[in-house]
């Protein structure tokens, strides 16, 4: 299954942005897809997961009650809407998918990735 992560840009802090995350194919029964992303010299992180479902998610403490992810199932397509963005949100944010796994926020679970799509958040 391939990922297309897309919807970064520049915003101003307190604004406002919607990534997408589009899978080729529905190829597992069941899965999580995650977002994570990467500050420049920082490490990977876990930013927020989805069940397949849709009716389990949970959240990095430092975005809790800014970013909602979302599922489209009929799409194939899981969304994070992203408000109150403060400049340390600045990252590339990648989407991936952890198949056959029921809501982790460990990287090392999630087998695919997509391309990544740069947020800035900057006045």
């Known amino acids: 299954v391939q990922l297309q992560a897309s919807g970064g840009g520049l915003v101003q802090p307190g604004g406002s942005l919607r990534l997408s995350c589009a899978a080729s194919r529905r190829a597992f029964s069941v899965y999580t897809t995650g977002w994570f992303r990467q500050a420049p010299g920082k490490e990977r992180e876990f930013v927020a997961a989805i069940f397949w479902t849709g009716t389990s998610s949970n959240y990095a403490d430092s975005v809790q009650g800014r970013f909602t992810i979302s599922i489209n199932g009929a799409k194939n397509t899981v969304y994070l809407h992203m408000n109150k963005l403060k400049p340390e949100d600045t990252a590339v944010y990648y989407c991936?998918?952890?198949?056959?796994?029921?809501?982790?926020?460990?990287?090392?679970?999630?087998?695919?990735w997509g391309q990544g799509t740069l947020v800035t958040v900057s006045s």
């Open positions: 991936a998918v952890a198949p056959g796994i029921r809501m982790t926020s460990k990287l090392e679970e999630y087998t695919y």
